[in-house]
């Protein structure tokens, strides 16, 4: 091993094949059967249970754990999976903590939830792991439907329209289908290409053909209006193609976070992703704890989140604030970047500090340099090329309360729609019930 | 510490805890452990006839109840009385008295139902200097189908027979131990006491199959697959135990009967409360089957604290002191009305007080959207099945005073009155209805 981890610049190979690999591990691994039947067992099976009203996506909680404690794991799983297909997915990403977690009634009385996240993996790993695709498809109908993303949002609609007999046909704009799964998710949390094994899962369902790198209103690719003239009917799920500029001096020399996670969930060997000594991440979301935790694990001396608000205010839960803080990240907190100054052997990043007002947040005179060999940006993600014919709101696809758009026979969900967080969970709500929409619609004509 | 002293029908014992005639003494071994860890006295597990001893099977003996978290509720056994050779036993017996002399050991005898069976073991017994015996009258399988155990236990006349022989053959306090595969648990103690019993011991083990396995379709505990009913104890059965042994100790013939307890006996609470209920002291094997010999220390604890919260100086004060409060339904108070109340600051929110009583119930909670939960005092019966489904335990019943009007009747609380009186009730001298002709 030449460098290390206190090897100036942006470097690979800062650890041991050993460190590597265990930095990297599953984060949460799955209950064995024992620990399954223990936390199943804590359930109350609450009347109208709390956590199922939390859960985006409605999953029957209180039923799945009872199918979990009465020894029918596959059951549970097709409980979960029936409201959401990526139930697997979700049981490693969602933010339970502040979901179903977070309304358990345990919460009350103990302060200790029911492990229902976990519980969660427990049964759709169970049945993934039998290579059951529990669901089949309905009497074909002669409905051909074109989904556009191959994320959450676009895979959960294309697997209800094909359910219901439709033909789908999903364009993705990367190398391989998934979306944020497959690219912007911390890897230690679904390790072993969970992500990728999950889709081809899901597409067991059949009836739906996945186009990759095609990308809407690139010349070449196709506008929704050719789409339109193809298919029955359009769900645009493309989630978020661009990231928020921080508009200041030295900016150039920032990475988007999202680019340094999608290029280590892709990397096939660790020890040749270069990373900082010192690593600044500018943010306080998922993504800025997810960047700054692997920048971490890939070996960096240092890495610091610095969230212009208060600790209380980042939008990432208090469970990621933690998890950061055990990975030994440093946080900032009420420190609003000012500059990024180039400097001899590296980079600095300048702050100021902050207050919030009534007006709102206001940048002091107060500012602080930090050493950084390396820079990344989590401010939020934007919609990049719209198809301009759809109305927006706030910068999203404006939609109503079952998907539709501005446009005829267009749906949309996800991140790219407005409403609900930009969570995994609810982009699988919004895709599936967009496509409950579709399908009445289609059926109705 | 209270003084937990007892004195069982001239048996001491340190304390009212005794292991049952069950597999945990069934050797010297396992007697001399449960001494050390603190139990006052044991019943050695069963001896039967010299000669050749009984074969157990080679498989499972054993079929579980789980509650949550695998805790055992009840277990079934099919293990039969002791496969060693009386000898044996008896050599081991001797031993562990001489070196235990202050410790209860009760020897559990099942021969064959004559006479002669009884008249060569007693000697036997009496020889290893063993503080009593007791009879064996309730073992539900193999032996019964043999004439002995609960064959004996299921005829009164027998269990009369058979314990006036053993009275008349030895000097050792003789306690018959019953069977509750039986329809009316009186008559048998009646019996026993008749034959000169100085105790009856109950209950023994109950009828049960615990499980059918789903992929063979045979019993569990399963013998090669095929499976037989079972004798059934633990927690689960405790419920029956303390009905029969209330109904022993508040009936007419047997009042006075020493009873010693058993059925599901886990804690010391388990056991103050088959002693209030008549106990003299109480017999365990489940408990210490599941978690071994230790937990008598918590009993020892538990009870010796209670006393001394209650100020009570003697086991004496417990046993049978809630017997007079054990009637019979047409006494109880018909005007006594309670109604549930939900302490909303204990409340998880969970609702399973709702699904109870809605779905199965009175309809008498209200649920709010925020998910408050409140009884309906116009439609609440008082059932307390809501304080049992909750699981924290934030639901109490609220006594009406007399005169105060409930809100579900529209009458207001009245004095003391049950169904003997009640109008509705044909036998009453006060009925509104219309006797059919005569």
Redo the contacts between chains.
């Keep these: 091993m030449t460098n290390s981890q206190l090897t100036p610049g942006v470097v690979p190979g800062r650890l041991s094949p050993q460190e590597y690999s265990a930095n990297f591990v599953d984060v949460a691994p799955r209950l064995s059967a024992h620990e399954a039947?223990?936390a199943a067992?804590?359930c109350?099976?609450?009347?109208?249970?709390?956590c199922m009203t939390a859960c985006p996506t409605s999953i029957d909680i209180p039923l799945f754990i009872r199918q979990i404690a009465t020894g029918t794991p596959e059951a549970a799983a097709k409980t979960i999976l029936g409201q959401n297909i990526l139930g697997g997915m979700c049981a490693r990403v969602c933010p339970t903590e502040t979901l179903c977690e977070g309304d358990c009634?345990?919460m009350?009385?103990e302060g200790k939830p029911v492990e229902i996240g976990a519980l969660q993996r427990f049964a759709t790993d169970t049945l993934m792991a039998a290579g059951r695709h529990p669901f089949t498809r309905a009497a074909r109908t002669d409905k051909s439907v074109a989904v556009v993303g191959a994320g959450p949002a676009g895979l959960a609609a294309a697997h209800r329209l094909a359910m219901k007999g439709h033909e789908v046909t999903i364009y993705d704009a990367r190398l391989k289908p998934g979306g944020l799964n497959e690219f912007g998710i911390a890897s230690y949390k679904a390790p072993e290409n969970f992500a990728s094994a999950e889709v081809e899962w899901l597409l067991q369902i059949g009836g739906i053909t996945v186009v990759q790198n095609w990308q809407v209103g690139r010349v070449g690719d196709g506008t929704v209006t050719d789409l339109l003239a193809e298919y029955d009917a359009v769900f645009l799920g493309m989630g978020l193609s661009g990231v928020n500029a921080l508009n200041l001096p030295g900016e150039e020399l920032a990475t988007p976070a999202t680019d340094f996670i999608a290029e280590l969930r892709q990397s096939d060997d660790l020890a040749t992703l270069p990373i900082g000594r010192k690593v600044v991440v500018i943010g306080g979301g998922m993504t800025a704890v997810d960047a700054a935790v692997q920048a971490k694990l890939l070996g960096a001396e240092t890495s610091t989140i610095v969230y212009r608000r208060s600790q209380g205010e980042m939008p990432a839960s208090e469970h990621e604030q933690d998890h950061a803080l055990g990975c030994n990240v440093r946080l900032i907190c009420n420190a609003a970047p000012v500059a990024i100054h180039a400097v001899e052997g590296g980079l600095e990043v300048e702050f100021a500090r902050t207050e919030t007002t009534g007006a709102g947040l206001r940048k002091l005179d107060d500012t602080f340099r930090l050493k950084a060999d390396q820079v990344f940006t989590a401010i939020g993600q934007t919609l990049g090329a719209t198809p301009e014919e759809l109305k927006l709101a706030g910068g999203k696809i404006a939609v109503d309360g079952a998907g539709r758009t501005s446009l005829a026979r267009v749906w949309a969900g996800g991140d790219c729609a407005v409403g609900g967080e930009d969570l995994t969970v609810t982009a699988v709500a919004e895709g599936r019930d967009a496509a409950e929409d579709i399908h009445q619609f289609l059926m109705g004509e | 510490m209270a003084d937990l002293r007892s004195d069982f029908v001239g048996i001491k014992s340190p304390n009212p805890f005794w292991l049952a005639s069950a597999p945990p003494t069934d050797k010297e071994y396992n007697v001399r452990r449960a001494y050390e860890a603190g139990w006052g006295g044991v019943v050695w597990k069963t001896l039967g006839s010299e000669g050749p001893p009984v074969v157990n099977v080679s498989g499972p003996r054993y079929g579980v109840i789980y509650g949550?978290?695998?805790r055992v509720l009840g277990i079934n056994n099919i293990e039969l009385i002791t496969d060693r050779p009386l000898e044996v036993n008896l050599r081991e017996i001797k031993s562990v008295k001489r070196d235990y002399p202050d410790r209860a050991l009760v020897v559990s005898l099942m021969v064959p139902c004559d006479e002669a069976s009884w008249k060569a073991i007693l000697p036997l017994v009496e020889e290893t200097s063993a503080d009593g015996v007791e009879l064996n009258f309730g073992c539900p399988h193999g032996m019964a189908e043999r004439g002995m155990g609960s064959a004996v236990g299921q005829v009164p006349e027998y269990i009369e027979m058979v314990t006036r022989w053993v009275k008349q053959n030895t000097r050792m306090p003789c306690i018959v131990k019953l069977t509750p595969n039986i329809s009316d648990i009186r008559k048998p103690a009646e019996a026993a006491k008749r034959g000169g019993a100085d105790a009856v011991s109950l209950i023994n083990t109950i009828n049960s199959i615990t499980s059918v396995n789903l992929d063979e379709f045979a019993p569990e505990p399963m013998i090669d697959g095929m499976g037989t009913h079972g004798g059934y104890c633990g927690p689960a059965v405790k419920p029956i135990a303390l009905n029969m042994v209330a109904e022993i100790a508040r009936s007419e013939a047997t009042r006075g009967l020493p009873i010693s307890g058993i059925g599901g006996v886990t804690t010391w609470r388990d056991a103050a409360e088959f002693m209030a209920l008549g106990a003299g002291n109480v017999q365990v094997c489940t408990a210490a089957m599941t978690y071994g010999f230790k937990v008598v220390q918590e009993m020892i604890s538990g009870l010796s604290d209670y006393m001394d919260r209650k100020g009570m100086v003697s086991t004496s004060e417990i046993v049978g002191r809630a017997v007079p409060k054990v009637t019979d339904w047409q006494h109880l108070n018909l005007n006594y009305v309670t109604k549930a109340v939900i302490n909303q600051d204990d409340c998880?929110?969970?609702?399973?007080c709702?699904?109870a009583c809605e779905d199965t119930s009175h309809q008498a909670i209200a649920?709010d959207e925020d998910?408050t939960f409140t009884v309906k005092d116009e439609e609440c019966v008082a059932c307390n099945l809501c304080v049992d489904v909750c699981?924290?335990d934030c639901i109490t019943m609220r006594e009406l005073p007399k005169g105060e009007t409930d809100p579900r009747t529209g009458r207001a609380v009245g004095d003391y009155a049950n169904w003997t009186t009640h109008p509705n009730n044909p036998s009453s001298a006060n009925f509104c209805g219309v006797r059919p002709a005569e």
Excluded: L, N, Q, T
């Design positions: 039947s223990v067992d804590r109350y099976f609450c009347h109208d249970a709390p009634v345990r009350e009385s | 949550a978290d695998r998880i929110k969970c609702g399973r709702f699904a649920m998910r699981p924290v």
